[in-house]
C-alpha cells in the first residue's frame, strides 16, 4: 500500500491550454531545457535511442513518425514520451510538417498523469535549446541572426532569440518559397517593431548577413558550404541535413546535445564517425556539458562553432512537465477519467 493512491485521472492539455498555461512563449522553455541539460550531463536522465517509424521505401528524410521515451531525475523527477508524426508536405493539405503528443508518467506508479499536444512544445524546446546555446557559443552582443527555413520551426528560433537577446538589430530570411519567408518576416516585424527583418534573395546572402545562423529547412541533401560562414559565426544547423561535411570538419568547435543520439540515422555526424573523419573526443561537447560549466563555450571573437542539436527527449519531458505544473496551478485542462 502507498500512501497515496495511484492517480486515476489524466490532464489532458490542448495546444490552447499549453499556451493559457504559459507556453506562448520561449521563456518558460528555457528554464526547463537547461534543466533538463544539466541533469543531462549530470548522468541523472535515462534516455533510450529513439525508434525511427519509416514505411514508405525511399521516401523523404523529414518522413516519419519518433518515438522518444525519458526519464528525468533532479528533484521533481518525472517520465514520458514524445511521440512525434512528421511529413514533408502536409502544408498541400495545410497542415504543420509535426504533429505530436507527449504522455507524462508518475515515477512512483508509472502511471500517466498527463497527456499534452505536443508540437508547439517540441518547437518552443528546440528553439530554447539554440537560445540557450547561443548564450555561450555566440559572439557577445550578436547583432544579426540569419535563419533558412521559415516555418514554425524557424519561426520561434528566431523568436526565442529575439525575446532573449536585446543587441539584435537584423533578422534575414530564406526559404526556397518566398510566401513563407514574408509571411514570417511580417508576423516578425509586427511583434518586434525595433528589429529590421528582411528577405534575402538567396541562402547564401542570408547566411553570410548572420552571425548566429539557423538552419530550419526540410532540405534533403546539404547545400550549406564552410566558405559561406563568415569569422565568429555560430551556426546552429537545426535541421541537420543543410551543412556540408567540410562544415564539420573545418570548425572550430562541433557542440552536440548527445553522442548516441547523433551517432546514427546517417546524419552528417554518423556518416562522418562511420568515415573515421569525427569521433567523440573529436567534438567540443555535449551542451550540458557547457551549460553545466563542465566545458568552456565559445572562446575568442573568431571562432566558428557549429551546433548539431538531434533532439533530445529529455528536454521534451522536462518542458512538458513546466507546462504541466503551471496547468496544475492555473486550473487549465480537461480532466480525463482512466477508470
Ligand atoms: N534538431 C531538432 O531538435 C529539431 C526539432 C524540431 C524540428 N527540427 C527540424 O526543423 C526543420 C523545420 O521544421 P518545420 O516544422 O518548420 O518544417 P516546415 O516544413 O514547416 O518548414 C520548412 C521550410 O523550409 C523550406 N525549405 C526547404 N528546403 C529549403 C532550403 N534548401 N533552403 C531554404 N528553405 C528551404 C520549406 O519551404 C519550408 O517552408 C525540419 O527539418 C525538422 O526536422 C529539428
Redesign the pocket.
Known amino acids: 500500500m502507498t500512501d497515496s493512491p495511484a492517480p486515476r485521472r489524466v490532464l489532458y492539455l490542448s495546444r490552447a491550454d499549453v499556451v493559457a498555461a504559459g507556453g506562448g512563449s520561449s521563456h518558460l522553455f528555457i528554464e526547463a531545457v537547461e534543466r533538463a541539460l544539466v541533469l543531462h550531463a549530470e548522468g541523472d536522465v535515462v534516455q533510450p535511442l529513439k525508434p525511427y517509424l519509416r514505411w514508405r521505401p525511399n521516401g523523404h528524410v523529414?518522413d516519419r513518425i519518433i518515438a522518444m521515451p525519458a526519464y528525468v531525475g533532479g528533484d521533481e523527477p518525472v517520465a514520458g514520451l514524445k511521440w512525434i508524426g512528421?511529413k514533408?508536405d502536409n502544408?498541400r493539405l495545410g497542415l504543420?510538417?509535426?504533429s505530436a503528443l507527449i504522455v507524462l508518467n508518475d515515477p512512483d506508479t508509472h502511471y500517466p498523469i498527463a497527456l499534452l499536444e505536443g508540437g508547439l512544445i517540441?518547437?518552443w524546446r528546440?528553439a530554447a535549446v539554440t537560445a540557450l546555446a547561443a548564450r555561450h557559443l555566440a559572439r557577445r552582443g550578436f547583432g544579426s541572426i540569419s535563419c533558412?527555413?521559415?516555418?514554425?520551426?524557424?519561426l520561434m528560433q528566431v523568436t526565442a532569440l529575439l525575446e532573449h537577446f536585446d543587441a539584435v538589430e537584423e533578422v534575414h530570411l530564406?526559404?526556397?518559397?518566398p510566401c513563407?519567408a514574408h509571411d514570417a518576416a511580417d508576423r516578425l516585424s509586427q511583434r518586434f517593431p525595433g528589429t529590421a527583418v528582411s528577405v534575402a534573395p538567396s541562402?547564401a546572402e542570408a547566411v553570410a548577413a548572420g552571425e548566429v545562423v539557423i538552419t530550419?529547412?526540410?532540405?534533403e541533401a546539404p547545400?550549406l558550404p564552410f566558405a559561406w560562414l563568415q569569422p565568429g559565426t555560430f551556426l546552429a544547423n537545426?535541421?541537420?541535413m543543410d551543412a556540408h561535411d567540410d562544415v564539420y570538419l573545418r570548425a572550430d568547435k562541433v557542440v552536440i546535445d548527445d553522442w548516441d543520439q547523433c551517432n546514427r540515422e546517417g546524419k552528417t555526424i554518423h556518416r562522418l564517425a562511420q568515415a573515421g573523419l569525427l569521433s567523440r573526443e573529436g567534438v567540443h561537447a555535449e551542451l550540458g556539458q557547457v551549460l553545466a560549466g563542465f566545458r568552456p563555450g565559445r572562446e575568442s571573437d573568431e571562432e566558428i562553432v557549429v551546433l548539431n542539436?538531434?533532439?533530445l527527449a529529455v528536454e521534451d519531458v522536462a518542458c512538458a512537465q513546466a507546462v504541466h505544473h503551471r496547468a496544475l496551478d492555473a486550473g487549465v485542462g480537461t480532466w480525463l477519467d482512466l477508470a
Open positions: 523529414a512528421s514533408h502544408h504543420d510538417r509535426a517540441s518547437g528546440t533558412t527555413g521559415s516555418g514554425p520551426v524557424g530564406f526559404d526556397t518559397r513563407i541562402g530550419a529547412t526540410v532540405a547545400w537545426v535541421s541537420l542539436p538531434m533532439g
